[in-house]
Nanobody, 124 residues
């Protein structure tokens, strides 16, 4: 399994970015995939996930109403649309998946396949 995350960058507070995670070796439609982030000096945080069984989604309270996760089955790619970005959203963002997980979860220890991470910096 290979996951390729992209789309990070520098954005001003209130701005938007869309992260992408393209997969090979796994059909994302059937497995859970999660977005995680890790800020400097902080633990990895589960941001969002989408279920491989029923398409259900989860968002952390810190991003609810601002971030939207979606999946394009034809492209085998998931997206994280991030709006109204705040300085506290600054982090390296990772996508992750695993053949053993179909339900939506952001328990990082359960995921065996991780993308390389993409840096999001929110600053004026």
């Amino acid at each position: 399994v290979q996951l390729q995350a992209s789309g990070g960058g520098l954005v001003q507070p209130g701005g938007s970015l869309r992260l992408s995670c393209a997969a090979s070796g796994i059909t994302l439609e059937y497995y859970s995939i999660g977005w995680f982030r890790q800020a400097p000096g902080k633990e990895r945080e589960g941001v969002s996930c989408i279920s491989g069984s029923d398409g259900g989604k989860y968002y952390a309270d810190s991003v609810k109403g601002r971030f939207t996760m979606s999946r394009d089955n034809a492209k085998n790619t998931v997206y994280l649309q991030m709006n109204n970005l705040k300085p506290e959203d600054t982090a390296v963002y990772y996508c992750a998946t695993d053949f053993s997980i179909r339900a939506c979860t952001v328990v990082a220890a359960l995921f065996g396949s991780w993308g390389q991470g993409t840096l999001v910096t929110v600053s004026s």
